[in-house]
DNA sequence: ATGCTAATGATAATGATTATCATTAACGAA
DNA sequence: TTCGTTAATGATAATCATTATCATTAGCAT
């Protein structure tokens, strides 16, 4: 039977509280300082039970790290592809005709959908002009 | 300058001419036969300069491996949980304002969209039947 | 307080991907 | 056609995120 762990709490309350979309390393160093003797495979062995039991988010791997999501309502994300950046954006509600049609089409159950806006933002925009400006001597 | 060089020539072939959403090392072992001198370095490094330059698309790390698709014509993905199968689908075109207010609210630059629809096929869904009726014995 | 065992810490192992570097081959110029 | 330049490759070592292992610790029912 599964037990109330102290650690797990805090994995779980680290992620709802924080806005951006951690990776496992992350949360490790965020609460280490708290509890000294942590250990990073039992933030990663967490992380993957929690997945599975709906309780977080994966929002997939990026820049070769999974990142992970502490909101379960339904939303989406907008990533950064140069840094990897992730937001949160508002749920669209998907066009259900279409979801109909795959489900028979390809035999496929639909568990659920993601919606990844994938582009640039303002800060790796900014240094990519700087970048080039100063190619331009 | 870049060359027109043969092995780099048959990956994306291999890759146009499947359905399916290969890894790297299937892409290797399906060309193998015909270029016995072929290295799986190259498959990672000409997939890895193919996604950058637009030629494939990357469907992301599913089950650990990075997935890439032949297909840059705009379309989604259908995506079994257990298994990893992917399926190519219909492109639904996303709400244009949603977009526009995103690329206001988070100063982000939005360059596509990916839609993934999580779920079980066919084959795993049987699967877990069957699975489910031993264990009723 | 005791016993059972889930949860953990430390760390080795795994496995996909990338880096390195000597060699090969594409291709423009002679 | 041959030659020279250097992009592309093969072989393999290195990297690094994640997982497995196993002895120890700590929830929690009794």
Partial sequence: ?????????????????????????????????????????TVYRNLKELKQSGDILSVGTILNKERFDGTVLPHSHAICSKCGKVFDVENIELDSETKKRIQKKYKFKIDYSNIHYVG??????????????????
Same sequence: chains 1, 2.
């Fill in 1 to 41: 039977m599964e037990r109330f762990s102290k650690k797990r709490q805090a994995i779980i309350d680290c992620l709802k509280n924080t806005k951006t979309h951690p990776t496992a390393e992350w949360i490790y160093n965020e609460l280490k300082p708290k509890f000294k003797d942590l250990s990073l495979a």
């Fill in 120 to 137: 640039i933002c303002k800060e790796c925009e900014n240094r990519l002009k700087e970048k080039n400006n100063k190619g331009d001597i």
